[in-house]
């Protein structure tokens, strides 16, 4: 039997929960667009169609804008595109280390098979974010489903 004020505490703990994974999320996204900002122009001389350097700042955007999604919008379509950013750039880093996939249409050949800091940094930056929000996005149910107050409210 639950008393009147266990749904709530119940609420409460979840949502502190729910914004852990937000700031870890944000600041695994956020480190993530700055290592990529930072090393762009170091990776400008890699070229194809498009520069390695230009890829590092798209990165850099999105995870920027994954951030600001993640953390203002709160809405699953923004933790989505979080979680995609940060899954994407993880595999294409992991990818670019381990396998010499070689250039391929406008991509440049971005093969560097050595583990650097900065590597190192976004990988856990990233895997830390495809973390959080893999548990976020799979926490989320609507509020009729938890029994509280916010039941039919778009979550």
């Known amino acids: 039997m639950t008393t009147p004020g266990t ?24 480190v993530d667009a700055a ?18 350097g230009d890829l590092f700042r798209v990165e850099a955007a999105a ?6 999604l993640v953390l203002l919008w709160r809405h699953r379509i923004g933790d989505a595109f979080a ?9 294409a880093l992991l990818l670019y280390r381990y396998v010499d996939v070689g250039a391929h249409g406008p991509l ?8 650097s800091t900065d590597k190192l ?9 495809v973390l959080a929000l893999t548990a976020l ?13 916010t039941a039919g409210r778009a979550q």
């Open 35 to 52: 290592v990529h900002a930072r090393l762009a122009g170091q990776y400008d001389a890699v070229t194809a169609s498009v520069s390695e």
């Open 108 to 115: 440049p050949d971005m093969y560097e098979p050595v583990w």
């Open 137 to 149: 996005l799979a926490s989320r149910r609507t509020g009729r489903e938890r029994g509280t107050p």
């Open 83 to 91: 979680w995609l950013v940060a899954a994407g750039g993880l595999a």
């Open 7 to 30: 749904n709530g505490r119940r609420y409460r703990r979840r949502a502190v929960v729910r914004g852990v994974l937000r700031v870890l999320a944000a600041a695994g996204l956020a």
């Open 63 to 68: 995870a920027s804008l994954a951030v600001l």
């Open 121 to 129: 940094t976004a990988v856990w930056a990233q895997a830390v974010a």
